[in-house]
């Protein structure tokens, strides 16, 4: 079968990476893609937003099965486009992938069908924001409404902050439309899970745990990031918390979404914290995180065009998800400057030693090609994956992989994991 993938980072290569393996797959197209993902997919080069021209190309070369990675094109309806014209295709339908569109209507559906997450209020002014905020409780939480490339939530101290905090959302406009609404809500503490799942409308298979480090700096400092690195499994997902979830968390979202007609097929990623008082939801997204997938696919052992297949068939009880006992960490190798200004164009030298090493990966985010040369081109630039069998073990593996790739600017985390060594 011949296969289009939707997206340019470092997910979508480990997605290609994946599909790739697949024994139904004879063709992958990616659009737009990027370096890496031209040695696993042809590139071509349309943009995510541009539905007309991802249809027509899909039509055009007898493509079977699209695959949506961004949320963007989700959130903007590009599932509905596809199937309008008959085309299979992996993803929620817009009145479903609302779930990550807006963080409102998905506080308002896990208080309706009493699934566990923070308090909350909603606000439409920012008046009425900074009026609320004269009397509540520090630290509180600020969120963009809706899609701010996984910036748009703001942890502030003191009134002072959020007062800032409601400026830059509301009236500045930082994240644009998406800080038309935003969602003030209590501030929780604990170790947050990130956890993906399989969903065919009312079937979940729940994946791995993992965990993404978000601040740019060292220690969790700097400013908040699309991810600076992921481990995989999370030792704090015990057994006990993911049967809890299985109960009060996981099924019930997939059962309220079709209760409110809003079936969901795709990918369910829950943010967890797990809070002295339980899990709690931190957020939902409608498609698979950047950069846990890095860690999540490498460790799975089933061909996921079967998986993708099931979701839209219904039949995803029929599938047993598997995963190899071991562990898995990403190191993000970004842009000096990131997430606010850094220069790009940079030649990346190194790439080759990954091509034959087990257990190692390097997914592309940001890099392009210009002739032979594979050039930076982006804030985050590559996600190095090692595998080990525990976490200190890839940990070691994945940050003496980063010496193998030099580049100008290079920037990296140098904790990604740490403190769980001995796990």
């Not at 961004?70 to 992996?90: C, I, K």
């Not at 703001?154 to 406009?173: H, Q, S, Y």
């Not at 009880?317 to 842009?335: G, K």
């Amino acid at each position: 079968m011949k296969v289009l993938i939707v997206g340019s980072g470092g997910r979508e290569h480990a997605i290609a990476w994946k599909v790739a393996q697949s024994k139904k797959v004879d063709k992958i197209y990616c659009a737009p893609g990027n370096a890496g993902i031209s040695e696993v997919a042809e590139c071509v080069d349309i943009g995510a937003m541009e539905f007309d021209r991802l249809v027509a190309f899909a039509k055009e070369n007898s493509i079977d099965l699209t695959i949506i990675g961004m949320d963007d094109p989700l959130v903007g309806g590009v599932v509905d486009a596809f199937e309008a014209e008959g085309l299979r295709v992996f993803g929620p339908r817009k009145n479903a992938a609302i779930l990550e569109g807006s963080k409102s209507f998905s506080k308002d559906l896990m208080k309706k069908y009493n699934i566990p997450t923070a308090a909350y209020e909603t606000f439409n002014s920012p008046n009425e924001a900074l009026k609320y905020l004269e009397t509540s409780k520090y630290p509180i939480v600020l969120k963009a409404d809706g899609l701010a490339l996984g910036k748009g939530v703001l942890i502030c101290n003191t009134k002072e902050e959020a007062f800032d905090g409601v400026k830059e959302l509301m009236v500045d406009k930082q994240f644009g439309e998406a800080g038309n609404t935003i969602v003030i809500e209590e501030f929780m503490t604990g170790r947050e899970v990130s956890v993906l799942s399989f969903v065919d409308g009312n079937t979940i298979k729940i994946m791995t745990s993992a965990q993404d480090h978000k601040r740019a700096k060292d220690g969790d400092m700097g400013l908040n990031t699309g991810g600076m690195g992921t481990f995989s499994p999370s030792p704090f997902y015990t057994k006990e918390i993911d049967e809890f979830c299985h109960k009060y968390i996981y099924q019930k979202s997939v059962d309220a979404m079709k209760a409110e007609g809003r079936e969901f097929k795709g990918i369910i990623f829950f943010g967890l914290m797990l809070t002295n008082e339980g899990p709690k939801v931190l957020e939902y997204n409608a498609r698979f995180g950047d950069p846990e997938t890095q860690v999540v696919l490498p460790r799975m052992k089933n061909d996921i065009v079967e998986v993708f297949e099931a979701c839209i068939d219904g039949t995803l009880d029929r599938i047993e998800l598997e995963f190899e006992d071991n562990a898995a960490v990403c190191v993000v190798l970004a842009s000096d400057g990131y997430p606010v200004s850094y220069e790009k164009g940079f030649k990346i030298s190194g790439l080759e030693k990954f091509r034959d090493k087990d257990g190692y990966y390097v997914f592309h985010a940001g890099t392009k090609l210009s002739g032979e040369d594979v050039l930076t081109n982006g804030g985050r630039v590559l996600g190095v994956v090692a595998k080990g069998d525990n976490l200190k073990e890839a940990r070691v593996n994945a940050y003496e992989a980063t010496k193998l790739i030099e580049f100008e600017n290079k920037y990296m985390r140098n904790d990604i994991g740490k403190g769980l060594d001995e796990t």
